[in-house]
T-cell receptor, first 112, second 109 residues
Framework: DADVTQTPRNRITKTGKRIMLECSQT?????MYWYRQDPGLGLQLIYY???????NKGEISDGYSVSRQAQAKFSLSLESAIPNQTALYFC???????????FGPGTRLTVL | RKEVEQDPGPFNVPEGATVAFNCTYS??????FFWYRQDCRKEPKLLMS???SGNEDGRFTAQLNRASQYISLLIRDSKLSDSATYLC??????????FGPGTRLSVLP
């Protein structure tokens, strides 16, 4: 079984809809991240959380919100989706004191 | 100027060739450096960390030049399975990862 899972894997939605992307991990890591990836661009950090009570904005948090329901779960929400949020979204985890990040398989989101 | 820059490629090389990728970063406070590999439509995976003295892992060699703020990855004896996008990743002290846009490699039979 994968250590970091994301649901759904693919989603097509319409402008204005609320969307939630979910991430779960069995690695026991405290730190979790949400990134988006657009063609020709590097991964951009949306939000990150260093423990259940800690939520931090990344470089492109506008239009997004997150919830850290438990150590193992970190959800990303788009309150009112817009077409330029069409992208590949990755969740990742890491341990404090190490810099290696472990990524989920990604969610491909299309906003029409 | 982007924080981390890479030649986007694609680099098309025959099997067995040696290929090198370059990466430059703008934040002189960067302390940790990595190469990640990303297959098409898949998640990035750590290929190797980059140490100040340079390091090697089989056919892969990574180099760091702090004075020039430059990182490189050398792949010797390329295999078809090396075809992927290679992401340069930099972590400034006390900050999060900064990803480069990636360099795409295609190894041809």
């Amino acid at each position: 079984d994968a250590d970091v899972t994301q649901t759904p894997r693919n989603r097509i939605t319409k402008t204005g809809k609320r969307i939630m992307l979910e991430c779960s991990q069995t690695k026991g890591h405290d730190r979790m991240y949400w990134y988006r990836q657009d063609p020709g661009l590097g991964l951009q950090l949306i939000y990150y959380s260093f423990d259940v009570k800690d939520i931090n904005k990344g470089e492109i948090s506008d239009g997004y919100s997150v919830s850290r329901q438990a150590q193992a779960k970190f959800s990303l929400s788009l309150e009112s989706a817009i077409p330029n949020q069409t992208a590949l979204y990755f969740c990742a985890t890491s341990e404090p004191g190490t810099a290696t990040q472990f990524f989920g398989p990604g969610t491909r989101l299309t906003v029409l | 100027r982007k924080e981390v820059e890479q030649d986007p490629g694609p680099f098309n090389v025959p099997e067995g060739a040696t290929v090198a990728f370059n990466c430059t970063y703008s934040n002189s406070a960067s302390q940790s450096f990595f190469w990640y590999r990303q297959d098409c439509r898949k998640e990035p995976k750590l290929l190797m960390s980059v140490y100040s003295s340079g390091n090697e892992d089989g056919r892969f060699t990574a180099q760091l030049n702090r004075a020039s703020q430059y990182i490189s990855l050398l792949i010797r004896d390329s295999k078809l399975s090396d075809s992927a996008t290679y992401l340069c990743v930099v972590m400034p002290y006390g900050q999060n990862f900064v990803f480069g846009p990636g360099t795409r490699l295609s190894v041809l039979p």
